[in-house]
């Protein structure tokens, strides 16, 4: 594009300049291993993860000064506003990435295994890896789970947890739902199908509602 002004080789020194100090911020998520390890730093060294969203909306900005009044000004202004979108998720990622590993800890001592699976789901989801990969990034985790296990010997994490817990049941026993949906009608009703009910009948005879840590231990 033709240059706004005099000033173009400034504004795109400026950009560049912003472009690698956010780029040097990204570098640790490079290796798969270290997703989860990058995605927790982000949230909890919040200076850091402002002055790299900072860089980029500076970069953005002053490239927009750089190129003349013309088609290109306008693509840098949708990416300016793609970035105010894109910066929020970014952010709430983290701070989802973070919730979860905490509340992952949190199972792990308790000794509730059985969430294990739908919490794990949603951290490859989030973070764009197997479950293999997943196991190699909480490796690298540690200074984090003991964050934790600090702050859940201070009850520092109750409100968090008793939403993070009850949101975990909901979405069991939505599976647990869905999963019985896929069975064909004409077998909805057979022995396989009732195996839940006679396992309650089984185990909770004349009971209607029982705590989740007996549930998990049936």
């Known amino acids: 594009a033709a240059p706004a002004n005099t000033g173009t080789p400034q504004y795109v020194s400026v950009a560049m300049d912003a472009l690698h100090k956010a780029a040097a911020f990204l570098e640790p998520s490079a290796?798969?291993?270290?997703?989860?390890?990058?995605?927790?730093?982000?949230?909890?060294d919040q200076a850091s993860s402002q002055k790299f969203l900072a860089c980029v909306g500076t970069a953005l900005k002053t490239l927009r000064e750089a190129v003349a009044p013309c088609d290109s000004r306008r693509l840098v202004d949708a990416a300016i506003l793609r970035w105010d979108t894109e910066q929020r998720d970014f952010l709430e990622s983290c701070q989802e990435v973070w919730e979860l590993h905490a509340y992952f800890v949190f199972l792990d001592i308790k000794g509730d295994r059985a969430l294990f699976d739908p919490i794990i789901r949603r951290l490859c989801r989030l973070l764009g890896c197997t479950a293999r990969t997943l196991s190699a990034c909480f490796a690298r985790t540690r200074p984090w789970a003991e964050a934790t296990l600090r702050a859940l010997s201070s009850r520092q994490m109750g409100p968090l947890l008793?939403?993070?817990?009850?949101?975990?049941?909901?979405?069991?026993?939505?599976?647990?739902?869905?999963?019985?949906?896929?069975?064909?009608?004409?077998?909805?009703?057979?022995?396989?199908?009732?195996h839940g009910n006679k396992f309650w009948d089984g185990y909770f005879t004349h009971l209607f509602k029982i705590t989740w840590p007996d549930f998990v231990e049936a």
Not at 31 to 44: G, K, N, Q, Y
Not at 164 to 185: G, N, S, T
């Open 31 to 44: 290796p798969v291993d270290r997703l989860m390890e990058f995605a927790l730093s982000a949230h909890t």
């Open 162 to 194: 008793q939403r993070l817990h009850e949101d975990a049941l909901r979405r069991w026993r939505a599976d647990w739902q869905e999963r019985l949906k896929k069975v064909p009608a004409e077998h909805r009703f057979s022995e396989e199908a009732q």
